[in-house]
């Protein structure tokens, strides 16, 4: 499946929208592997995540990885 990185804000941030914990841990590891291709990586360190449940659904904090980390 061909996942696109979407609202390209600056040449060294992104922002990346989707609707499920899936589909963002899809597109963290297209991104991932767009940077490695050319030469760039993502910092952990410096990267946010923010989750906003649906209107009626309990919050659980999600957990993605980059590269294993």
């Known amino acids: 499946m061909l996942s696109l990185v979407r609202d390209l804000l600056f040449a060294d941030?992104?922002?990346?929208?989707?609707?499920?914990?899936?589909?963002?841990?899809?597109?963290?590891?297209?991104l991932s592997?767009?940077?490695g291709d050319f030469g760039l990586t993502i910092s952990t360190t410096k990267t946010e995540v923010m989750f906003l449940p649906a209107p009626g659904k309990?919050?659980?904090?999600?957990?993605?990885?980059?590269?294993?980390?």
């Open 13 to 30: 941030d992104s922002a990346v929208n989707t609707t499920s914990d899936v589909e963002m841990q899809r597109c963290l590891d297209s």
């Open 58 to 69: 309990d919050y659980c904090s999600p957990a993605f990885t980059i590269k294993g980390q």
């Open 33 to 35: 592997a767009a940077c």
